[in-house]
């Protein structure tokens, strides 16, 4: 191989890809669990972490500009190191959500989560990291055909967010002082339901990497009417 | 023989070069567009120099060499027998590797091919009109009269071109114009086709992938067989062989992964 180097160094770019994606896969899970159960600890913990993340994503979009300068990639390599700039940007985004749903739960303080609200967002979290944990699997393997089966559980995601915000609007209407509560458990809901759009963003780039056509799925939540 | 659409200045069709008993590039069926720059690359040994060559009948200058299948210059096979390989080679012109120029003044480069086909016109209008486009009035106006020997390599190099263009071809053939040149040279060059192919069909050979890549409209990336015969692996739109090429070997080479 004539640039065993160059191949090297890509594929250590790409572990350092998804060694960031399994952080923020457990972190999803990690966030959803400490919310339910009021675990503060856990919840300033991921807070503190958003800042470790966003430093290796700078890192690694610094590594992916320098490759690009050094080694003019073309080809799938460049559609490679493209398609991993947009990844690591989506991963840090759902940080972010990670990192706001701990901010939620801090300022929540003690106060109790609903049982029902509480189930249905242990459940998004689950949902929102399988479908990362797909979307990484694609783009590890480069297989489109995994990255177009993700968009289906996105519709799970949506219709747990709608249960969730049916449950959240009769808690509100059965007693009004648990409005700003309720809006703030409300936002957590909503993080979860965009960081599985941003799955699906990453699934889009993978099928540009392995197809070389950037392809919009059909990921956007429809709002129900009132 | 005359199956030209009319889209294409030189269609190579089952074309086979041979030097010898040696078959040096094999079936090659290549359409060139006109007004647009087509890069030849493949690893050494592939045959894109052969081909290039083919284009205008230089292989006939090696005596063993042999060309079978066609090359047609608006539809007519140059290599008919009562075709003239010196009226193809004014038509169809070329610039090697090394920059080439005569012993001569820089007057006498640009002038000479013109002279040798009888030019009636205005010759200092000739010589002026194919410095300034091979980009080289400016920097040569006031010394026309100095060797051609005297200049940069880069200039040189762009002198060559005025000579090429002096005796109004359609069609320029470039052996890997720029790799004798260093690389503010080479880019000037790079700028320098990309302005002539207004007027000019060019044809490129490079080694160097991302020249192809910057330069070129259309790439044909060449390989060899398991006897080491040249043959056409991939043809397309230069964007499309650089951002998504469709052939396997294609992929590799560009990438890096052999060659």
Known sequence: MARERYITQLNVLRDRVLKLGNLVEENVVRATESFVRRDLAVSAELIATDQTVNAECISINMAILQLIALQQPIATDMRFLAASLEIVDELERIHDYIKSIGKISTTLESSEIDALIGSLILQMGEKVRYMLHLSLDAYAKRDADLAYSVPAYDNDVDKLFEDANHRIIALIMADSTQATAANYVQWATHNLERSGDRAINICEWVVYLVTAEYREFDSEYEMPRP | ?259
């Open chain 2, 1 to 259: 023989m005359s199956n030209n659409n009319g889209n294409y200045v030189l269609q190579a069709e089952d074309m086979n070069v041979y030097y010898g008993s040696f078959r040096a590039v094999k079936n090659v069926n290549l359409n060139i567009a006109p007004r647009a720059i087509t890069a030849l690359i493949g690893p050494s040994g592939c045959g894109k120099s052969t081909v290039l060559r083919a284009f205008n009948r230089m292989n006939d200058l090696v005596p063993v060499a042999r060309t079978e299948g066609a090359v047609t210059f608006h539809g007519r096979n140059i290599y008919e027998p009562n075709v003239d390989p010196v009226e193809v080679r004014r038509r169809i012109g070329m610039v090697f590797q090394k920059p080439n120029p005569f012993p001569k003044s820089i007057y006498d480069n640009v002038a000479w091919g013109a002279k040798l086909n009888g030019f009636k016109g205005h010759m200092d209008d000739l010589v002026e009109e194919s410095l300034r486009g091979a980009a080289l009035w400016d920097e040569v106006k006031d010394k026309l009269s100095q060797s051609g020997l005297s200049l940069s390599g880069g200039q040189q190099q762009r002198l060559c071109i005025a000579r090429a263009i002096a005796v109004k071809p359609e069609v320029i053939l470039m052996d890997e114009p720029a790799s004798a040149l260093d690389p503010i040279a080479t880019l000037r060059i790079e700028e320098l086709i990309q302005e002539i192919k207004q007027n000019y069909t060019i044809i490129i050979v490079t080694h160097n992938m991302q020249q192809a890549a910057r330069a070129s409209d259309f790439t044909a990336f060449f390989s060899v067989d398991d006897h080491r015969t040249g043959m056409l692996v991939e043809f397309g739109e230069t964007n499309q062989i650089f951002t998504n090429p469709h052939n396997e070997t294609t992929e590799q080479y560009i990438t890096g992964r052999f060659g």
